[in-house]
T-cell receptor, first 113, second 114 residues
Framework: AQSVTQPDIHITVSEGASLELRCNYS??????LFWYVQSPGQGLQLLLK??????LVQGIKGFEAEFKRSQSSFNLRKPSVHWSDAAEYFC???????????FGAGTILRVKS | DGGITQSPKYLFRKEGQNVTLSCEQN?????MYWYRQDPGQGLRLIYY???????QKGDIAEGYSVSREKKESFPLTVTSAQKNPTAFYLC?????????????FGSGTRLTVV
């Protein structure tokens, strides 16, 4: 069965600093990987997704993620964080045939000025 | 614009009452899902439906019921059997066999027991 681990419950970074949010997955075949962002009291918005091909994926809002099969990881990065990036971030894994995504527990990002 | 509409945004329930959360989509998606979100626990799947008139239990279906009479609509009823219903509820949709395309989410309903 698929599973997703986000090791960091909370992360605090200074505005303008770089960011990396960690995501590790467990899945036997090639996974379909996603990062979503959630502002307080809102739904989830898709940041980026990986299906195949180039392992470095670009998303919206200046985010990128790198798929590393050898490490079963799909970490999210941003070179310079803005105060508006403060939110909760969810990593999710799915498969080619099937409809259910499995979500990690989320990482809450705080940005200090 | 296409999207998913959840209503109401806030809902209050008295002990012993059933309440129904609405979820409507105009994306022509086949599959729809209900998730429950509690702080620190991520998203837990309650029910999902891949086609009209068919639905399956997720990981935490006890105390909940759903129907899928129309492709566009997937209402969730929180029954009195659900012992701890206070949570944030999210509805999502996707194309059939489309998990690899990701989900589109509604903006959520916050249910509070009073």
């Amino acid at each position: 069965a698929q599973s997703v681990t986000q090791p960091d419950i909370h992360i605090t970074v200074s505005e303008g600093a770089s960011l990396e949010l960690r995501c590790n997955y467990s899945y036997g075949a090639t996974p379909y990987l996603f990062w979503y962002v959630q502002s307080p009291g809102q739904g989830l918005q898709l940041l980026l997704k990986y299906f195949s091909g180039d392992t470095l994926v670009q998303g919206i809002k200046g985010f990128e993620a790198e798929f590393k099969r050898s490490q079963s990881s799909f970490n999210l990065r941003k070179p310079s964080v803005h105060w508006s990036d403060a939110a909760e971030y969810f990593c999710a894994v799915g498969r080619e045939y099937g409809n259910k995504l499995v979500f990690g527990a989320g990482t809450i990002l705080r940005v200090k000025s | 614009d296409g999207g998913i509409t959840q209503s109401p945004k806030y809902l209050f329930r008295k002990e012993g009452q059933n309440v129904t959360l609405s979820c409507e989509q105009n994306l022509n998606h086949d599959a729809m899902y209900w998730y429950r979100q509690d702080p620190g626990q991520g998203l837990r799947l309650i029910y999902y439906s891949q086609i009209v008139n068919d639905f399956q239990k997720g990981d935490i279906a006890e105390g909940y019921s759903v129907s899928r009479e129309k492709k566009e609509s997937f209402p969730l009823t929180v029954t009195s059997a659900q012992k701890n219903p206070t949570a944030f509820y999210l509805c999502a949709s996707s194309l059939e066999r489309g998990s690899f395309l990701g989900y589109t989410f509604g903006s959520g309903t916050r249910l509070t027991v009073v």
